[in-house]
């Protein structure tokens, strides 16, 4: 191979080189601008829920009502949705009836002392949902009252509590 033959291979061999790189270059840069460009997930959000329990007395007398209130906070960047509430009454606690201030209106399932609100409702950044219904208190002594929640964007929240 002559000299000028070698000369020309090797600029051909090394334009090839400069082109397989900038293409490679070309396409790491896409992929960042391709990743920096997806939009985050509501879990990404800050979806961030709270729920709270309170009860209107801090004593039961057996035969006497209990208001519970289960209210839903939303302190994150988007809204999210509640898909059901379950609350574990103590033993001898029944449901009575929901209350004209609760934001939920439906009426609970009930079985062995649980009760599961399943209509969703939705809980808008800065703002708060409640639930608020009324039990007859069976029992005697102090009760704990346990309650949790299903979220669409968070899954489970943690669980809230009432004593009386």
């Known amino acids: 191979m002559t000299k000028n033959k070698q000369s020309v291979l090797a600029w051909a061999v090394s334009l090839v080189l400069l082109m397989v790189l900038g293409l490679l270059v070309t396409v790491s840069s896409a992929q960042d601008v391709e990743e920096s460009e997806v939009p985050a997930t509501q879990g990404e959000l800050a979806v ?24 839903v906070n939303n302190t994150g960047a988007v809204s999210d949705t509640v898909l059901a509430i379950t609350d574990t009454l103590p033993l001898g606690f029944s449901f009575e009836a929901m209350l004209p201030s609760s934001d939920v209106a439906t009426v609970p399932l009930e079985s062995d002392g649980t009760l599961v ?9 800065g703002e708060d949902r409640q639930v608020v219904y009324q039990v007859h208190a069976g029992a005697v002594g102090e009760a704990e009252n346990s309650v949790e929640a299903e979220t669409s964007g968070g899954g489970r929240l943690a669980p809230a509590s009432a004593s009386v």
């Open 48 to 71: 961030a829920l709270a729920l709270q329990k309170e009860s209107d007395v801090s004593s039961v007398t057996v035969g006497y009502p209990v208001v519970y209130t289960v209210t």
């Open 117 to 125: 609100w399943t209509e969703s409702f939705t809980v808008p950044v």
